[in-house]
């Protein structure tokens, strides 16, 4: 991998998904301190996890070039039951219960904002995808004719004339 790859990755997939997490994380950490004056030990942390889970999986789905809503959506949903059926479940987690809302809020919140980064990247593909097939195609189709024609032209020969319609 080159360092304009790493770059490229940096600028069009870290830093939108760290943007989303700070977008969603922020705010509703802020809400939490001051807004509902919640104090429970590790809760910005918490908040994290969740933000960077919830734009790491928007940012998978929008960028995608298959159909994966219909696998990620299912799975989505299962974990978070799973882990609000634990932690609800758990007498030593009691303290976290209070702050698990707001954690699926930043994970609904990074997924949907990740979700149209992600899109974005796609749509930035698939017009690049697009452009090369034009070039291509008008490279096929036009310069390697003349350079085909200027090279029998060099060697004397008479160049073929198209057989087109009358």
Request: neutral net charge; proline residues 5%.
């Amino acid at each position: 991998m080159s360092p304009t790859d790493l770059s490229i990755a940096f600028i069009y997939g870290f830093l939108p998904v760290l943007g989303a997490i700070a977008l969603s994380v922020l705010p509703v950490y802020l809400f939490v301190r001051l807004g509902s004056g919640l104090r429970i030990p590790g809760q910005l942390v918490f908040l994290t996890a969740f933000g960077f889970l919830g734009g790491l999986i928007g940012y998978a789905a929008g960028a995608s070039q298959q159909s994966i809503i219909g696998t990620v959506l299912p799975t989505l949903l299962t974990l978070i039951t799973i882990l609000l059926g634990y932690a609800f479940s758990k007498d030593s987690l009691s303290e976290l219960r209070p702050i698990i809302p707001y954690c699926l809020l930043v994970l609904i919140i990074g997924s949907l904002f990740c979700l149209f980064v992600g899109g974005r990247v796609k749509r930035a593909n698939e017009e690049y995808e697009r452009k090369y097939s034009e070039w291509l195609l008008h490279y096929e189709k036009v310069e390697l004719e003349v350079e085909k024609a200027t090279q029998l032209h060099n060697l004397g020969l008479e160049v073929p004339k198209k057989a087109g319609p009358q």
